[in-house]
């Protein structure tokens, strides 16, 4: 790994003057990278504790080396940082309070958040992950040639020096590159090993420790109830440089994370499921219970990922180190002078998409015109420079000659609730170059979209498209014209966001959810096992799906006895629906009207909007709504 750019910033700042301390997450080759400047004296802090460390450094100091350049590694366990601290302040003895000899600090935990050094001057950089194609030549060069084993190896690595080491030494050893659990498992060996030494007073409770990473890494943030440690263990991992405190918990960092929980799965697949299972109930009933937007969209985040899809887990959270650089405070609307890196990336979104450049720039220009710049929400760099976009318009009055065209005929459904007043958002573009943005990007939309409580999407991506299938987003089918000029006509989709349906969303798509007629135990699309979760969410999706023959012949319905056929199905739904409708009781009358408006009006629309031609409350809307698919659930002929 050259770093020739970091390289020559290291040196610029130690020329600068006060100390320099160089961070960065383990393995990200910060030792490395230190030790190819002309050091004169080396102290590596690893295993010592405060009291010895503060004594190394000021003897260190006291020897002097004609003036040249002292570097204190490894400073990452409990008081080091502030014995340095201490040791730095005091005048080195037999110098006569001379001129100070240039310092180097290397650690993986920032310094300024420990005590002694938040006034101190203080030099920082921070090494961030390095590209894909690095770390391939790293690998090759280790003597890996096989073209999967160094696609595992890189995948696993996650633009981690480090880690691209231990995988090609682990794939060398001869595990297969077809076990990634069983070559994440041998590479999370050295990482322990090495977190171990951030804590050198704790070794003896290691292994608890060591176990719960692996369960905090499978639910990836977790509270105190999650990990069911206690406190101490709890207090434990907070302290670990691979550990960081969000919203929800504690979480471990990207690509370490993805390495724990794959190990875990390969040691013990059944306890993993659980464990995943029960976290997903979790969150649901906290979702079920909190008030709080903000935390509802956190919550969703975690149920996503939490499903275990694939497709969800490949497009949402990518296994690579997240850059300091991008994060969810980094992604906000763009302000009025940043017109052109709109451009810029709206461009870039055209190449990538195979799109026409000219067509997409009049897009762009009529999405500026309908809801001006702030209907962009940009990722920008540790520099404030944007890297990639969202456009994410509003659905309101003022906004829908931009969003008509590239909803066509499906615009009249879902546009009447924008009238006079906010139908939710529009989401017509997502870019970023680098896919771990992207990806923050993505989740980004999905937060908004709950704050907003409805989306609607038009894209003409194949891959977008594998997405919104994969969150169980309602299709309502291709437009009419090729609008970006392709071979594709955009496809649009929606959902609804309402708190109250956000419950039984997770749920269908969780680990043993009804999506596409998931059964507890088995693949999606297996039929006629007891034991199905959530009928009535696979009678929903059905209806939702309702003029898509070639969707309805993946439901698990077809199972049922004369049900045997995708349009036997559609027909069964229709009568049902039709029967409900007429009922004499009126809450069952209520409820079919319901179904009728939302899913076979013939025109898409959303829960708002069928709520007002019902001419019920919103809250009395979704009791029906529940009321109604669990009715045609009970109705359903057999058992499954």
Excluded at 493 to 522: C, I, K, Q
Excluded at 566 to 590: I, M, T
């Amino acid at each position: 790994m050259e770093r020739t750019e970091e390289l020559a910033a290291l040196r610029a700042a130690l020329e600068a003057g006060p100390p320099v301390h160089l961070g960065g997450v383990l393995g990200s080759g910060k030792s490395r990278l230190a030790r190819r400047l002309p050091v004169a004296d080396a102290v590596d802090l690893a295993g010592l504790r405060a009291g010895e460390a503060g004594s190394r450094v000021r003897a260190a100091l006291a020897a002097g080396s004609a003036g040249g350049l002292l570097l204190v590694d490894s400073v990452d366990a409990p008081g080091q940082a502030e014995a340095v601290a201490a040791a730095l302040e005091e005048p080195p003895a037999g110098t006569g309070g001379g001129p100070r000899r240039p310092v180097l600090l290397v650690g993986r935990l920032p310094l300024r958040a420990v005590a002694g050094w938040a006034d101190r001057p203080l030099t920082t950089l921070t090494l961030g992950p390095v590209r894909a194609g690095a770390v391939e030549t790293q690998v090759r060069t280790s003597g890996v040639e096989d073209p999967e084993e160094v696609a595992l190896a890189v995948r696993l690595a996650g633009g981690n020096p480090l880690l691209a080491q231990l995988a090609a030494r682990t794939l060398l050893a001869g595990t297969p590159a077809d076990a990634p659990g069983a070559v994440a498992d041998a590479m999370t060996e050295e990482v322990l090993l090495r977190l171990d030494r951030e804590r050198p007073a704790a070794a003896p409770g290691s292994g608890r420790r060591r176990h719960a990473l692996r369960l905090l890494a499978t639910v990836r943030a977790g509270d105190e109830r999650l990990l069911s440690g206690g406190p101490d263990l709890f207090s434990a991992l907070a302290g670990l440089s691979l550990v960081r405190r969000e919203r929800l918990g504690l979480a471990v960092r990207e690509p370490f994370r993805t390495l724990f929980e794959l190990a875990y799965q390969w040691r013990r697949p059944q306890h993993h499921e659980g464990l995943r299972a029960r976290a997903a109930d979790y969150r649901r009933a906290l979702l079920t219970e909190r008030r709080d937007p903000q935390e509802r969209a956190r919550l969703v985040e975690q149920g996503l990922f939490l499903s275990g899809d694939p497709t969800l887990r490949g497009s949402l959270f990518p296994p690579a180190e997240e850059s300091a650089a991008i994060g969810p405070a980094a992604i906000g609307p763009a302000r009025a002078g940043e017109t052109e890196d709109i451009g810029r990336l709206m461009r870039g979104w055209a190449v990538r998409g195979g799109f026409d450049v000219r067509r997409c720039e009049r897009i762009t220009g009529q999405w500026l015109d309908a809801a001006g710049p702030a209907a962009f929400r940009l990722a920008r760099d540790r520099d404030g420079r944007p890297v990639g976009l969202a456009a994410l318009l509003p659905v309101a009055q003022g906004t829908q000659a931009g969003i008509e065209p590239l909803l066509q005929q499906h615009a009249t459904g879902l546009l009447d609730g924008a009238r006079d007043h906010s139908g939710g958002l529009f989401l017509g573009a997502a870019y970023a170059a680098d896919p771990v943005a992207h990806a923050q990007i993505l989740r980004d939309i999905l937060g908004q979209s709950v704050l907003a409580g409805h989306l609607v999407v038009s894209t003409a991506s194949p891959d977008y498209q594998t997405l919104l299938r994969a969150l169980s987003f309602r299709p309502h089918g291709g437009i009419r014209d090729d609008v970006y000029r392709c071979g594709r006509r955009p496809e649009v989709y929606s959902h609804d966001f309402n708190p109250d349906g956000l419950p039984a969303w997770m749920r269908t798509l969780g680990p043993g959810g009804g999506r596409v007629g998931r059964v507890e135990g088995e693949a999606p699309g297996a039929v006629g096992v007891p034991g199905v979760v959530d009928v009535p969410g696979a009678v929903a999706w059905a209806l939702a799906r309702i003029r898509d023959p070639r969707a309805l012949a993946r439901s698990p319905l077809l199972a049922r006895p004369g049900l045997g056929a995708a349009q036997a199905l559609r027909d069964w739904l229709d009568n049902a629906v039709l029967e409900l409708a007429l009922a004499d009781a009126p809450a069952d009358a209520e409820a079919g009207a319901i179904l009728r408006a939302y899913y076979l009006s013939g025109r898409p629309r959303t829960h708002q909007q069928a709520a007002r031609e019902v001419h019920v409350s919103r809250a009395t809307y979704f009791r029906r709504l529940r009321r109604g698919l669990g009715l045609l659930a009970e109705r359903l002929p057999g058992v499954l």
